[in-house]
Structures are given as structure tokens and as C-alpha cells.
Nanobody, 123 residues
Framework: VQLQASGGGLVQAGGSLRLSCAAS????????TGWFRQAPGKEREFVQA???????YYADSLKGRFTCSRDNVKNTVYLQMNSLEPEDTAVYYC??????????????????WGQGTQVTVSS
């Protein structure tokens, strides 16, 4: 599976962005997909995941501001980010997993990764 993330950019605090992750090579319909982020000097952090059936898993600290979804026809997953804060500045990665459940919060559960897209939130 090849993953192409897009939609990142520079936004002011309080603004919104929607990230997209388009998959090619295989259909996403049988996979779980996740979003992670990594800020400079920090470890990669789980953001959200969604299974092939639509069940979602959220990082508690981000629940309510971020929402992931998927379009199986377009073979694309999305991350809608609202009320962005400077602390949300990071490179955001999408990933694909054959796993289900709480393991999806772990980066090691994912077999395929996109290249990342930079999100910068100014204060």
C-alpha cells in the first residue's frame, strides 16, 4: 500500500485544517487506518484511528477537536482538525494496519506509512 498525505500547512491558532491520505496499490476497505504526529524533539504520538467498519479510537487529549473519517470509494482517509493550537504543530503521518482494537494506538501495529505532512499552527 502506498499512502500520500496532503492538506498540511500554516494556520493560525483557532483555525482548522483537513488532512487527506490517499491510498494506492490496495483498497483500504479491509484495513484499519491511523493518524500519528511527531513534533520536533518528541516521539511519534497517536492521534486517531478508524477501523474498516468505522469504529474510531482517539487520543484522549485530542478527542473533541480532531475527527477522522474514511471514504472507501475514494480509498482515502481524512483527519479534520478544529480549534488548532500551537501545540498541534507537528508532522502528521497516516498509516495502515491489519490490526484492530486498542493496538491501533501503537505505531508498531502499522505495516504501511505515508510520508507525512507538516502542520504549523501560529499563535
Amino acid at each position: 500500500v502506498q499512502l500520500q498525505a496532503s492538506g498540511g500547512g500554516l494556520v493560525q491558532a483557532g483555525g482548522s485544517l483537513r488532512l487527506s491520505c490517499a491510498a494506492s496499490g490496495r483498497t483500504l476497505i479491509s484495513y484499519s487506518t491511523g493518524w500519528f504526529r511527531q513534533a520536533p524533539g518528541k516521539e511519534r504520538e497517536f492521534v486517531q484511528a478508524i477501523t474498516w467498519s468505522g469504529r474510531t479510537y482517539y487520543a484522549d487529549s485530542l478527542k473533541g477537536r480532531f475527527t477522522c473519517s474514511r471514504d472507501n470509494v475514494k480509498n482515502t482517509v481524512y483527519l479534520q482538525m478544529n480549534s488548532l493550537e500551537p501545540e498541534d504543530t507537528a508532522v502528521y503521518y497516516c498509516a495502515v494496519s491489519t490490526n484492530l482494537g486498542s493496538r491501533l494506538a501503537q505505531a508498531g501495529a502499522y505495516e504501511f506509512w505515508g510520508q507525512g505532512t507538516q502542520v504549523t499552527v501560529s499563535s
